[in-house]
């Protein structure tokens, strides 16, 4: 008989959340992790230490523009950089601890080393083989670099080498806009540095609402980020302690070059499938590498399911989350539900940027009609009384039924606001439901219900 009833493969969110609710679901399980530490990417070198670093810079941020604003005066804290990553590094370590510690409350095995899989069922850890009659690969994404540049993480950094950087750079150039970039370029620009982000394309974080693309790149311009848009990087040389980006102009072909002294890769991530024995085993793939999975997170072969940033979708914690949670119940009661309509995607920079559901652009190619309420953050008085009234919330809701279809904020803690539209949508709100619901004032959340009312009569307050 088999030791376990599921073996998981990776313990970043999509992993450890799907492990520990097999075991809820009252399946043996185990969890094969070879890292030093639970938790995956997302833990140890990516949204949580990413988060601290965001924190700090922004408190620092705070003390610089606002403080005396306010009647607080005094010198502006100075950066103790070590410090600031000793901070991040017990962030870090009292997160990974906690995944260890419901690891052992729900009596998960922690098999520590790189697991392959070697049969369906059968799962070698270095030089045991584990039985199981079933294995869930959750083993993630890392970042994919660009042809011609060659990443050592101390010049030429990926996220993970941007996190622990010796000291503050004078001088960091960003190759891609979308959410890495921006994230860890405000960071070090709000420590000091003077950041360039080299992009591809003519706006950033592709796929976003146009409008918040806009008002998201002034706002970050205004922080003292510049943008080389329109630019595609060809090739970075290193010298001794520096680098030089080359790039050329898409609108004249152009070539053209910066000199810096850190340069972060941030043109996106892969999935990680390397050394798994996918290939001896026949699991089918798609051309960008990822494992194909049905609608029960299944792959071709019986037994073994796939999650997360390994298979299609957003690479995000939290649908990773959800699709562990779904693979479990899928085991243990044969039926699992992910809603792939409402993931909510936040930049988690200052102010943070959210979205869920569909773009306009989107609803234009659909040819579905639809109405906006659009509410500017000027017209909260929370928002206002604590210097973060630039941004706006925008509700798009179907022309004929008022569903909610989609939302797309900037602007104060919009990571939060943003699920008050996810669990509406889930319950197939009207934007006159949001309206009609009574929210406590003065709190930021006035701005959704006041761009709910403007889908109707109007706002209040505008
Ligand atoms: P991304 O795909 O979001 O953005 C990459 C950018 O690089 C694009 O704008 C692209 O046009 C640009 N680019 C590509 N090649 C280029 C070239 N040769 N020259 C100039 N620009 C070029 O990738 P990113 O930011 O690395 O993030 C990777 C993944 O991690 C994403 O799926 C993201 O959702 C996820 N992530 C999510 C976070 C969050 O939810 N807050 C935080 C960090 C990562």
Redesign the pocket.
């Known amino acids: 008989m088999a030791a376990y009833d599921v073996i998981v493969i990776g313990s970043g969110p999509g992993g450890y959340v799907s492990a520990i609710r097999c075991a809820q679901l009252g399946l043996k399980t185990a969890c094969v992790e070879g890292r030093e530490t639970l938790g995956g990417t997302c833990l140890n070198i ?2 949580i230490p ?1 988060k601290a670093l965001l924190h700090a810079s922004h408190m620092l941020h705070e003390a610089e523009h606002n403080f005396a604003k306010m009647g607080l005066n005094g010198k502006s804290p100075s950066v103790d950089w070590k410090q600031m990553q000793a901070y991040k590094t017990e962030t870090i370590r009292s997160n990974t601890n906690g995944v260890e510690f419901l690891f052992k409350k729900n009596k998960i095995d922690w098999i520590k080393g790189w697991g392959q899989i070697i049969t369906p069922g059968k799962v070698r850890v270095d030089d045991t083989v584990h039985e199981t009659k079933n294995i869930i690969i959750a083993s993630g ?1 890392v ?1 994919s670099s ?1 042809p011609g540049i060659e990443v050592d993480e101390k010049i030429v950094v990926t ?1 993970t080498g941007a996190l622990t950087l010796p000291k503050i750079p004078k001088k960091m150039v960003v ?7 921006l ?1 860890l370029g405000s960071v070090y620009a709000r420590l000091g540095s003077e950041v360039t982000v ?4 003519d706006a ?3 796929g976003m609402d146009a409008e918040v693309q806009k008002t998201f790149q002034r706002i970050l311009k205004k922080q003292g980020l510049k943008f080389v848009m329109g ?4 090739s970075v040389d290193k010298l001794k302690t520096k680098a030089k980006v080359n ?1 050329k102009l898409r609108k004249d072909e152009s070539y053209h070059q910066i000199e810096t002294d850190v340069v972060l890769v ?4 892969k999935p990680f499938t390397e050394g798994l024995g996918l290939k001896e085993l026949g699991v089918k793939m798609s051309d960008r590498g990822q494992i194909k999975t049905d609608e029960r997170w299944q792959t071709n072969i019986s037994g073994i399911f796939a999650i997360g940033d390994a298979i299609d979708g ?4 939290h649908k990773a989350e959800d699709e562990g949670m779904a693979t479990a119940d899928v085991i243990a009661r044969k039926h699992g539900h992910v809603n792939y309509n409402v993931i909510p ?4 920079t200052s102010p943070e940027v959210a979205n869920v559901g569909v773009t306009e652009d989107e609803l234009k190619q659909q040819g579905i009609a639809y109405k906006i309420g659009k509410f500017m953050f000027m017209g909260n008085g929370r928002a206002k009384a604590n210097f973060a009234a630039d941004g706006f919330v925008k509700l798009l809701a179907d022309a004929k039924t008022d569903r909610l279809l989609g939302a797309h904020i900037i602007g104060p803690s919009a990571g939060d606001l943003i699920h008050e539209i996810c669990v509406a949508m889930e319950f197939g709100a009207t934007a006159e439901d949001l309206a009609l619901t009574c929210h406590a004032h003065p709190t930021y959340s006035e701005a959704i219900r006041e761009a709910a009312l403007a889908c109707g009569l109007g706002a209040i307050h505008s």
């Open positions: 990516g949204c990413s994404s970042p660009l996220s190759i891609g806009a979308g959410v890495i970039g994230e080299v992009e591809y394309l950033i974080t592709p630019a595609a990087v060809q790039y941030a043109t996106g991530r957003p690479m995000l914690a995607g936040v930049i988690y």
